[in-house]
């Protein structure tokens, strides 16, 4: 069985970056689809985006700014993190699955226990 960890949050000001990383140990990640989600306070967790090794998926509302990678030698899969808005404001957990890349959270077996993200305006 794989574990993950994350790391990277913070503390940023409305148009900042951070980069979040995602580090397995167990297995090799690339075994799995790895995805980003992420619960603000009041909200139910909603999915950021998603790696595979022959494919990605993002959400809507992360496109062009968010970005996610993978370092196999790592075995640590990154979540780049541009131009940070108020409402990305939440605990951001990695999660990983067999099989193809899932948005819904109740597929994952394997999750993080998450970093917090806080974008001040």
């Known amino acids: 069985q794989v574990q993950l960890v994350e790391s990277g949050g913070g503390s940023v000001q409305a148009g900042g970056t951070l980069r979040l990383s995602c580090a397995a140990s167990g297995r090799d990640l690339i075994h799995y689809s790895t995805g980003w989600f992420r619960q603000a306070p009041g909200k139910e967790r909603e999915f950021v985006t998603g790696?595979?090794?022959?494919?990605?998926i993002d959400a809507e509302f992360v496109k062009g700014r968010f970005t996610i990678s993978r370092d196999n030698a790592k075995n640590t899969v990154h979540l780049q993190m541009n131009s940070l808005k108020p409402e990305d404001t939440a605990v951001y957990y990695c999660?990983?699955?067999?099989?193809?890349?899932?948005?819904?959270?109740?597929?994952?077996?394997?999750w993080g226990q998450g970093t917090q993200v806080t974008v001040s305006s």
């Open positions: 790696i595979r090794w022959d494919n990605q």
């Open positions: 999660a990983a699955k067999f099989g193809s890349i899932s948005i819904s959270d109740t597929e994952y077996d394997v």
